[in-house]
């Protein structure tokens, strides 16, 4: 099994290696427009909870952001799929599903960490110190796992790029308005705040928030980050294998 | 080492093949021929474990491909039509990868990366991206990615579509240099010469069937070895001759244009199934 996997992953990382001075200021752009926009012009007189709305701000939008770079994968996915015809080489390679996708979920949360890191640095340049404690580094290890493994499975399923940007427009964009980043979840109402609920990223959002607090983030959180990582995990081997054809 | 028992595959209403049986023994080479859509690549995307037959078996050096999938797997090396190399990274690195997935160690993986390259003809672009290379060189580069893992068995699906002429050349040079070690290979290929240079046996396919199956040379002879291409109202007529005496003299009995060649296997594809390979 570790073969193959080892090798999927390892093309990832030498894509990620070739393109990273391109890709660390692009992982930048975003969160730092909504910094400078809402952290820094909007909310600067806000306190949240005892926070300003920039310490409110940062765990959020790493928690947003190990999402979306999570996510992107599927694009990478894609374009190796449908414009180079490199999932081929995959397919004629003895090499399994479950090593296939562990590959390609692994190379997400790479991604989804590099992003993090870029995040905390912007954030340390606005005078923002957190608590990076093992709660902090688990919930974006398993927010990472649970998007990047809905991610190989949907780029199973599409059947074009501009399936794709759909797939996006759909699950991550309303996900990364709705799930805890820009706002307390507790301000909307109560029948909204239990759909939101059923969102892994508000679980994430606050438990990410709860721990660069130093304080203790809710387990459950966690244990329904793993059992929905390890369900999409396991759809998208079926996804691979459905692939075939 | 290739077998393939009453094989057949639908994709809904279309029959893609048709109760395919064949067997390809050890270092041969077996041209598959056919115009497009005769079910050729389909053929290969079964064996190679790429698509679900619909009915039927084949196996691969003995490990069968639907219950041995991974075994079978390692028995072969592809190159697809289409070119699939990971255009920003190196030529090193492609082949690298391509031995990781099939389990080579790293030591091993970059002493076979030096003897391929060598033999491709593409050591010195070893550190070039593959976007840099030209059309003839990723093909040389896909044929060296498979054989990376020593595959017995090749698979090779119009390799040379839409290279000029003296790469073409360049690549069946290469062909015949594999051959030469006992690699059973499958090649699909709608080019005739290509077939005949290449190829012990030939098979033609038409609608997901296989009509025959012969040497080239019988395939060529049961049309007989010259042939007269003329214009008869307005209409290509071609005949065919034993010999060259007997096809001048019928000339010289019909006063018309005409062409005298010799009979190939795009004439033998004709007569057996009505319609030109391209």
């Known amino acids: 099994m570790i073969q193959g996997f080892t090798a999927v992953y390892l093309r990832e990382m030498l894509l990620l290696k070739r393109r990273l001075i391109k890709q660390i200021p692009s992982w930048s752009v975003s969160p730092l427009l909504y910094l400078i926009a809402f952290g820094y012009a909007m909310g600067r007189e806000m306190i949240i909870d005892g926070h300003t709305y920039m310490e409110f701000l940062i765990p959020g939008l790493m928690a947003m952001s190990s999402m979306t770079q999570a996510f992107a994968i599927a694009t990478e996915i894609n374009v190796a799929r449908f414009y180079w015809h490199i999932f081929e080489e995959f397919q004629a390679a003895p090499v399994s599903n479950v090593s296939y996708v562990s590959g390609e979920v692994l190379a997400g949360m790479t991604r989804a960490f590099c992003s993090v890191v870029v995040i905390l640095f912007l954030g340390s340049l606005f005078g923002v110190r957190l608590s990076l404690n093992l709660y902090f580094w688990a919930a974006l290890f398993l927010n990472s796992f649970v998007f990047a493994s809905l991610a190989v499975g949907m780029a199973m399923l599409v059947k074009s790029h501009a399936d794709q940007g759909m797939l996006t427009n759909f699950i991550i964009t309303p996900m990364a308005f709705l799930g805890g980043t820009f706002f307390p979840i507790d301000r909307l109402p109560v029948w909204a705040q239990k759909i939101i609920w059923f969102l892994p990223l508000s679980h994430a959002s606050d438990a990410v928030r709860m721990a660069s607090f130093g304080q203790q983030p809710d387990l459950r959180s966690y244990g329904l980050l793993l059992i929905i990582g390890i369900a999409f995990f396991f759809m998208a081997i079926l996804c691979v294998e459905k692939a075939k054809d | ?278």
Request: proline fraction near 2%.
């Open chain 2, 1 to 278: 080492m290739i077998k393939i028992e009453h094989l057949s595959k639908h994709y809904k209403s279309l029959q893609a093949l048709k109760d395919i049986s064949l067997h390809v023994p050890k270092g041969e080479l077996l041209a598959y021929l056919g115009p497009n859509g005769a079910g050729k690549t389909t053929t290969i995307r079964i064996l190679t474990g790429l698509t679900r037959s619909t009915r039927g078996t084949a196996s691969l050096n003995g490990f069968d491909i639907q219950k041995d999938v991974l075994m079978a797997k390692q028995q072969y090396g592809l190159v697809p039509q289409a070119i699939n190399l990971d255009q920003e990274l190196t030529v090193s690195e492609n082949l690298y990868i391509h031995g990781r997935l099939y389990g080579m160690k790293s030591t091993e993986i970059r002493k076979r990366k030096h003897e391929l390259l060598n033999y491709v003809e593409l050591l010195d672009r070893k550190d070039s991206q593959v976007k840099k290379l030209s059309g003839g060189m990723k093909r040389r580069l896909m044929i060296a990615r498979a054989l990376m893992h020593d595959p017995a068995i090749l698979f090779l699906d119009e390799p040379t579509v839409g290279l000029d002429a003296s790469i073409r050349r360049r690549i069946w040079a290469l062909i015949k240099k594999i051959q030469q070690q006992q690699t059973t290979i499958f090649l699909t290929t709608h080019y005739i010469e290509e077939a005949e240079f290449l190829a012990q046996r030939v098979a033609f396919l038409d609608e997901g069937t296989i009509i025959t199956i012969d040497t080239p040379q019988n395939l060529i002879a049961k049309q007989g070895q010259w042939a007269i291409d003329r214009i008869v109202n307005d209409q290509m007529e071609t005949l065919y001759f034993q010999s060259r005496e007997s096809a001048n003299q019928y000339n010289s009995e019909n006063d018309t244009q005409y062409t005298l060649r010799r009979v190939n296997l795009e004439d033998s594809f004709l007569a057996v199934t009505g319609k030109k390979v391209k």
